[in-house]
């Protein structure tokens, strides 16, 4: 038997759906998710293969985090022939990282790309050519979600690596040859070439690192927060954007009381979209309480579609909604055209100091494309799925690209203090196993890596 430490994974696309399935396999699976798990069976108790409904919480604090049903399947009838835990969570992505960072720290070992199809097959649980048909399922459902854009960027990063790797490597033989002939003349030349070559690499990875930011916002999706006064279309406007009928909507100012959260998907960019409670002094208790979640929501968002209505024209609750996105990314969307001529949406125009005015009419389906066009321009360069930008979209790889700095920048101070060229190599080695790393370069046998990576 194939024996390894426990790993855990989301194992449904990443932040699409409002569910989401944790599963961890491995030896410790019955005894972490025990720890975290509260049900009217303990865990010993719950049969195999069978499925329990009860609360994770954060064994900490005590605090619960969401609601879940919980699947336990005792090897050897399982995908992995290891003991599988499934946690099927249903509280979104945020629900569902804090979940999965309990199990971390529980000491289970987030899972590679794969790896869950890699031990059924080396457990003997399925053959090669079963396995690589898994992963060619994984990846053609993949390309129908959002994650599409993301893996297609990874594509890129990945040749981008594997050049920047290349150049190191070549810099390595330069050194070996200088170093094996040392013949004065030839170190000196070499000795620029590899300075100036090592300042390139680093500029470039620097570049790449730089780019972490937005590349965490495309796999963690973006946070837009639509706000306004009452009846202006901001529930009407969620739902246009979910393709559905998610939030309640009536002409009665007031009627959103509540959050109301939708993933969807904006031209390749998850993003999860939040209707709020129209903002308005108000005396109802309830109706207070929804307001000042929308002020909440509006601190905490990554973009904030500010709704004005053209037949209104701005009053005194759209000043007090301008004034709290001010310094914040915002947008302004001007709502209802179908009700206001040209002229009308002019004068409305003059009075924003907004950098960005768009005109829609919800409720006719006009001017949503050009919304979602212009979210896509603020976070990234044109259509995600066509850009050509290179992005760092993963934790892991952010600090692989930062190590791989580092040791560059140890090569070159000690260029600096005259250390002899066979010295630096060292250093250019490292950031080269670094680099690897990302890619799977470095990964010994590299057959069953091009397999298993998906
Ligand atoms: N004429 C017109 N009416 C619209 C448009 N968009 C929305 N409405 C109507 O405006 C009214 C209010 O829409 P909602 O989406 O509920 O507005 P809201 O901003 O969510 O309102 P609260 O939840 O009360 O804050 C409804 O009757 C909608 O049908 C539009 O483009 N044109
Ligand atoms: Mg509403």
Not at 96 to 124: H, Q, S, W, Y
Not at 183 to 192: A, F, L, R, V, Y
Request: glycine share 8%; hydrophobic share 40%.
């Amino acid at each position: 038997m194939y024996y390894e430490d426990t790993i855990a994974a989301l194992s449904t696309p990443y932040g699409t759906g409002g569910i989401g399935v944790i599963r961890v396999s491995g030896d410790m699976s019955f005894d972490v998710v025990s720890k975290l798990f509260r049900s009217s069976k303990s865990m010993d108790e719950i049969a195999s293969h069978t499925v329990s409904y009860g609360k994770i919480f954060d064994p900490w604090t005590n605090e619960v985090i969401d609601e879940v049903l919980m699947l336990k399947m005792k090897k050897p009838n399982t995908f992995t022939r290891e003991d599988v835990v499934e946690i099927h969570c249903h509280g979104g992505i945020v629900v569902i990282n804090r979940v999965m960072e309990l199990i971390f720290k529980m000491g289970v070992r987030p899972a590679d790309a794969g790896e869950f199809t890699k031990r059924a097959f080396l457990n003997g649980r399925i053959d090669l050519s079963q396995a690589e048909a898994i992963i060619d399922l994984i990846n053609s459902k993949t390309v129908e979600s959002s994650k599409a854009a993301v893996s297609h960027l990874e594509g890129r990063l990945s040749n981008k690596l594997k050049a920047l790797r290349g150049d190191l490597v070549e810099l390595l033989a330069h050194i070996e040859v200088t170093v094996d002939y040392p013949e004065h003349d030839i170190e000196e030349i070499t000795g620029e070439k590899v300075y100036a070559s090592l300042k390139q690499i680093k500029e470039e990875l620097l570049e790449l690192a730089r780019t972490f930011s937005r590349g965490k916002l495309l796999r963690e999706g973006i946070n837009i927060v639509i706000a306004g006064k009452p009846n202006v279309g901001k529930s009407s406007l969620l739902n246009q954007l979910a393709g559905s009928t998610r939030a309640i909507v009536t002409d009665i100012p007031g009627t959103t009381r509540d959050i109301i959260e939708e993933y969807v998907n904006i031209k390749g960019i998850p993003a999860k979209i939040i209707d709020t409670a129209g903002i308005r002094p108000t005396q109802d208790v309830v109706e207070r309480i929804g307001v000042d979640k929308a002020f909440k929501a509006i601190e905490d968002a990554d973009l904030i579609i500010m709704v004005i209505a053209a037949d209104t024209g701005i009053v005194k609750e759209d000043e007090e909604v301008l004034q709290g996105i001010r310094g914040k990314k915002n947008l302004v969307l001007i709502n209802k055209t179908d009700l206001a001529d040209r002229s009308r949406l002019d004068e409305i125009r003059k009075q924003l100091d907004v950098d960005i005015i768009l005109e829609a009419s919800v409720i006719n389906d006009e001017g949503i494309e050009g919304l979602e066009d212009k979210i896509s321009e603020l976070f990234f360069k044109g259509d995600i799925s066509k850009n050509e930008e290179v992005l760092l979209t993963n934790a892991r790889h952010k600090s692989l690209v930062d190590k791989a700095i580092n040791a560059i920048d140890q090569a070159l101070s000690s260029f600096d203090m005259g250390m002899p060229l066979d010295m630096v190599t060292i250093d250019i080695k490292n950031s080269a196993e670094y680099i690897g790393q990302i890619t799977g370069e470095s990964i010994d046998d590299a057959v069953l890596h091009n397999i298993f990576s998906l």
